[in-house]
C-alpha cells in the first residue's frame, strides 16, 4: 500500500480530510477537477468554494447544526475555525465572507508539505483504489465520468442523480388525538377476530404507518393552498432529470381537485377513528429511523419553499403543531445508497481502501459534509496505520449522523443534522429548548470522552 492517501473532490469535506490527515504527517493527492472543468453550479477557482447560502446555520447549542460545529471545533477543525475568522455579521448564526473564506483554506492548504493538490479530473478511480487508499469526496455535482466510475464500483442500482425527498416530522410533534396507528386494509378485512388484533397492534403502536385523516373540507383547503404556495426555481439542468423521476405533490395537486385522493391521499383501507367511517382523504407517515422517532410524509416529494411547506403541511390535520426535522427538496444531487455501502466511518464495507465523504454519502449541508470529511480522513489516518477504527458515539452529532447515513432503510434520502436522530431522553421533556439543551450537554460530554480516550 502507498504511503499516502488520495482525496477526490477539493470542496468542504475533502478539504477538511486532506488538513486532518496532513496534520499528522502523513502525505495526500487531493484531486479537484477545478479549473480545467467545472460543474454546472462553481466558478471560482479556490478549494472549499461555497456555492449557495453563505450562511453554516446556528452557533447556539440547543440548535443541532450549532451542536455539530462545537463537536468539530472539539476536534481540530480546520474548516469550522476557518469559518470563525472569516464570519460576517448574522446574529446567532455563523455566516461567512465566502471569498475569504475559500482563499484561506486554499492558502493553508497549499503551504502544507504533505498536501500535493492536483488540478485534473480523475478518470482511473479503480487504478487507485489498487494502490491504497482512497477518499471519495467529489459533492452533489459530481462529474459524469466519474459517476459512472463509481456506479461502476458501487452498483448500478445504488447511484442516485436527483434529491427528491419528503419532509421528515419529530414524532412527538404529532397530535395522536386525530393521527392513528395502522396498515392499509388492516382494519377493514371484515373479521371481527382481526378487527380486535388490529386494534390491539394500534394501541400497542406496532404499525408500519402514522395515518392522518381528512374531511371533505379539510382536503379541499388543503389542495387550495398547496396550489397557491410559492416554489423554489429550479436550475435548467435540473428540470429534465427530476421531473422525469418524479412527481412534486404541488404539481399533481394541479391536475385537478380530486388527483391527490386518487394518488398519494387514497383514503381506500382505512376507518377514521373519530368517526367509525372511511374518511375523505388520508395522508401517510412512513417511519424513518431504527428508534421510530422521525416519520416522514409519504409521496410528498416537492419543490415548495420551505417557509411554505411549515405552512400549508401545517394545515393537515394531526401537524398543526408539527416539529419538520427535514424539509422536502427536488434538486440535482448524486449520491450513493450509504446505507448498503457504507459503515459508520464512511468506509465502503466491500472495499476496505475506499471512503466516501461530503453530500455524496447522503449527509446534507455545509457542516454535515465537514463532519463526514472528519470521520472519513481519522479513520483512514488508522487503516494506513493498521489501527483499530474511531466510530463515535451516537450520543454525539457527529456521531448520529454517521449512524444513521450507515443504518438500513427502506427509502433511504439524503438527512442533515438534527436532534430526532440522537438517543430520546428517558423522561418527555415539552419545553424543546430545555430538550435540546439537555441532549446537547449529553453530546458534548461523550465527545470529550471520546477526545480523552
Not at 423522561?427 to 435540546?436: A, C, F, G, L, P
Request: include cysteine; charged fraction near 30%.
Amino acid at each position: 500500500m502507498k504511503d499516502y492517501i488520495t482525496i477526490i473532490g477539493g470542496g468542504l469535506a475533502g478539504t477538511e480530510a486532506a488538513y486532518q490527515i496532513a496534520k499528522v504527517g502523513i502525505k495526500v493527492k487531493l484531486y479537484e477537477m477545478k479549473p480545467t472543468k467545472f460543474s454546472k453550479a462553481h466558478s471560482s477557482t479556490n478549494l472549499a468554494e461555497i456555492v449557495c447560502s453563505n450562511s453554516f446555520k446556528s452557533n447556539l447549542h440547543t440548535n443541532a447544526c450549532g451542536l455539530l460545529k462545537e463537536e468539530l471545533r472539539m476536534l481540530d477543525s480546520m474548516l469550522i475555525k476557518t469559518a470563525d475568522k472569516t464570519s460576517v455579521p448574522a446574529g446567532q448564526a455563523l455566516a461567512v465572507d465566502r471569498e475569504k473564506f475559500s482563499q484561506k483554506i486554499t492558502k493553508q492548504l497549499e503551504e502544507m508539505k504533505e498536501i500535493e493538490i492536483i488540478r485534473e479530473e480523475v478518470t482511473n478511480l479503480e487504478e487507485m483504489l489498487k494502490e491504497g487508499i482512497v477518499i471519495v469526496a467529489t459533492g452533489p455535482l459530481t462529474s459524469d465520468s466519474l459517476a459512472e466510475q463509481i456506479r461502476k464500483i458501487t452498483g448500478k442500482e445504488r447511484l442516485a442523480f436527483y434529491d427528491a425527498a419528503a419532509p421528515i416530522i419529530e414524532k412527538n410533534s404529532i397530535n395522536f388525538d386525530i393521527a392513528f396507528y395502522g396498515n392499509r386494509y388492516d382494519q377493514e378485512r371484515g373479521k371481527e377476530e382481526e378487527l380486535e388484533e388490529w386494534k390491539k397492534r394500534i394501541e400497542a403502536q406496532e404499525a408500519s404507518y402514522i395515518n392522518l385523516p381528512m374531511n371533505k373540507e379539510e382536503y379541499e383547503t388543503f389542495c387550495q393552498e398547496l396550489i397557491q404556495a410559492e416554489v423554489v426555481e429550479l436550475h435548467e439542468f435540473e428540470k429534465r432529470e427530476i421531473f422525469e423521476g418524479c412527481m412534486p405533490i404541488e404539481v399533481m395537486a394541479k391536475r385537478g381537485l380530486d388527483t391527490l385522493r386518487f394518488g398519494p391521499l387514497k383514503p381506500v383501507g382505512f376507518t377514521d377513528l373519530r368517526t367509525g367511517r372511511r374518511p375523505y382523504a388520508v395522508v401517510q407517515l412512513r417511519q424513518d429511523n431504527e428508534e421510530g422517532t422521525l416519520f416522514n410524509m409519504v409521496g410528498f416529494q416537492t419543490n415548495l419553499k420551505y417557509g411554505e411547506q411549515k405552512r400549508v403541511f401545517s394545515l393537515i390535520p394531526g401537524l398543526q403543531n408539527a416539529e419538520f426535522i427535514k424539509y422536502g427538496v427536488m434538486h440535482r444531487n448524486t449520491f450513493i445508497n450509504s446505507p448498503d455501502l457504507l459503515d459508520q466511518t464512511y468506509q465502503m464495507k466491500e472495499m476496505p481502501n475506499l471512503y466516501f465523504a461530503g453530500q455524496i454519502t447522503g449527509v446534507e449541508g455545509y457542516v454535515e459534509s465537514i463532519s463526514s470529511g472528519m470521520v472519513a480522513a481519522l479513520n483512514a489516518i488508522r487503516k494506513l496505520k493498521q489501527e483499530e477504527k474511531i466510530i463515535f458515539s451516537k450520543e454525539t452529532m457527529i456521531g448520529a449522523l454517521a449512524d444513521y447515513i450507515a443504518s438500513p432503510k427502506e427509502n433511504f434520502q439524503p438527512m442533515n443534522a438534527n436532534f430526532g436522530i440522537l438517543p430520546q431522553l428517558p423522561e418527555r421533556i415539552k419545553d424543546k429548548k430545555v430538550k435540546y439543551g439537555k441532549l446537547a450537554d449529553i453530546a458534548l460530554e461523550a465527545m470529550s470522552r471520546a477526545i480523552k480516550n
